[in-house]
């Protein structure tokens, strides 16, 4: 592989990676709160919808973007209603906010757009473009610092620079802050947070709002970031790939995103083996190739999941006791 080939798979790599780390992130403050979300796909998808929506009615990006947001907290709520005050089977409820959300952005699409559920292309003023960092065209040609400077990190849009910078940010909330200590202790041992006064019932909503917040981002970077509108379930799965990697990764925010890079490099590779014959082998079937990132991603889960420690509480509504 040429430098050439190397850069491209790395940039499609981070891009790809990207609302895998949202979504993942997400994840880990639900979960890390003891409330499973298996809705992450379905949040996703709502939060697409949204955005682009939005921002193909208003002309701005902004305002796609906190609508995508917005929609997405709407389900996350949706979805402690029904496991936190309700006391709800958690991985019902978020099965059924996928549904609804594939439902829902197919009907609503063909009503407003009359496009079969896809919405109006974006122009470059409602969407997340790449950023010129400073200097990069005169460091291009520079060994080592040209190719990282200005052929990878320069060029990425602030959606992907954001996810990035959540990583150590979620590292310093779950460890460093009393929230992430209470948020911790809660999806371990609620009664004990209980006893010393704390409502279990609130650290949970927050954290399902926190869920909200970042699967909404992970939505808009894929409707206004990596494509240029929504289009039928463009998630295509990533909400469960972006849950096995937390999975695989342990609920801890630096090995998950690892994870997703990891996952984000199986997405990239893939793309890159449909049109590029192996040496020896010839051309793979592309069926085949689309559906490698998925199977790999059982094969780490049916090795890894047995390893991986999942909060002790997670899953079992909280009954406050008499």
Known sequence: MDLAGLLNLLDSTIRLSTPLIFAALAGLYSERSGVFDIGLEGKMLAGAFASASAAAVTGSAILG????????????LVHGLASIT???????????????AS??????GS?????????PPLGPDQRFLGIELPGAEALRDVPVVGFLYSGLLSGQNALVWLAFLAVPFTWWVLYR???????????????AVDTAGISVAWLRYRAVIICGVLTGLAGTYLAMAQSAGFTR?????????????????????VPTLLACLLFGFLDAASIRLQTTPLPGIGQIPPQFVQALPYILTVILLAGFVGK????????VPYVKER
């Open 103 to 108: 439902g829902l952005t197919i009907i609503l």
């Open 86 to 100: 309700y006391r709800g089977n958690q991985i019902v409820s978020g099965v059924a906010l996928n549904f609804i």
């Open 233 to 253: 379930e463009m998630t295509a799965g990533r909400g469960y790939i972006a849950l096995a990697a937390l999975i695989f990764a342990n609920w801890k925010p």
């Open 111 to 119: 009503a407003w757009f009359m496009q079969g559920g896809v919405t």
């Open 177 to 191: 802050t009393r929230f992430g200590l209470r948020l911790r202790a809660v999806g371990e041992n609620p009664g």
């Open 65 to 76: 973007l906190l609508t995508g947001v917005g929609v997405a907290v709407l389900f996350a």
């Open 308 to 315: 991986s420690r999942p909060p002790k509480a997670g899953g």
